[in-house]
C-alpha cells in the first residue's frame, strides 16, 4: 500500500524553525522524485521544493536560503528544514512522490502519490 505521511507541522513565531518529515511506504524512494508542495487558504497548491537522487534539488525563489530539503533513501524519509519563518509560509505543506523525471517539479500534476498534509501555522 502506498502511503505518504508527513508530521512535523505546527504554530511557530516569526523567525523560527520546523522541520516537516515525510514518510513514505509502498515503493522505494531511490527511484523517485520528492516534492513539497505548500498550499494557504483561498490559493493555490505551490511548488516550494524538490529533490531527486543526490544532486538535483530545486526551491521557489520565495524560500531559497530558508529551507533546505533532504533525503534519506535508506529509511525512505524526506525532509524539509525550515526557517526564518515568515507570516507568509503559512501554511497546509504537503508531500508528493513522483516517478517520472522532468523540468517541470513544480506542476501538481506531475506527481503519483500524495501526503494528506501537515499544517504549519507562523504568527506571533
Known amino acids: 500500500q502506498v502511503q505518504l505521511v508527513e508530521s512535523g507541522g505546527g504554530l511557530v513565531q516569526p523567525g523560527g524553525s520546523l522541520r516537516l518529515s515525510c514518510s513514505v511506504s509502498?515503493?522505494?524512494?531511490?527511484?523517485?522524485?520528492i516534492g513539497w508542495f505548500r498550499q494557504a487558504p483561498g490559493k493555490e497548491r505551490e511548488g516550494v521544493s524538490y529533490?531527486?537522487?543526490?544532486?538535483?534539488?530545486y526551491y521557489a525563489d520565495s524560500v531559497k536560503r530558508r529551507f533546505t530539503i533532504t533525503r534519506d533513501n535508506d529509511k525512505n524519509m524526506a525532509y524539509l528544514q525550515m526557517n526564518s519563518l515568515r507570516h507568509e509560509d503559512t501554511a497546509v505543506y504537503y508531500c508528493?512522490?513522483?516517478?517520472?523525471?522532468?523540468?517541470?517539479?513544480?506542476?501538481?500534476?506531475?506527481?503519483?502519490?500524495w501526503g494528506q498534509g501537515t499544517q504549519v501555522t507562523v504568527s506571533s
Open positions: 529533490s531527486r537522487g543526490r544532486n538535483t534539488t
Open positions: 509502498g515503493f522505494s524512494l531511490d527511484d523517485y522524485g
Open positions: 508528493a512522490a513522483r516517478f517520472r523525471a522532468s523540468d517541470s517539479w513544480v506542476r501538481v500534476a506531475e506527481y503519483d502519490y
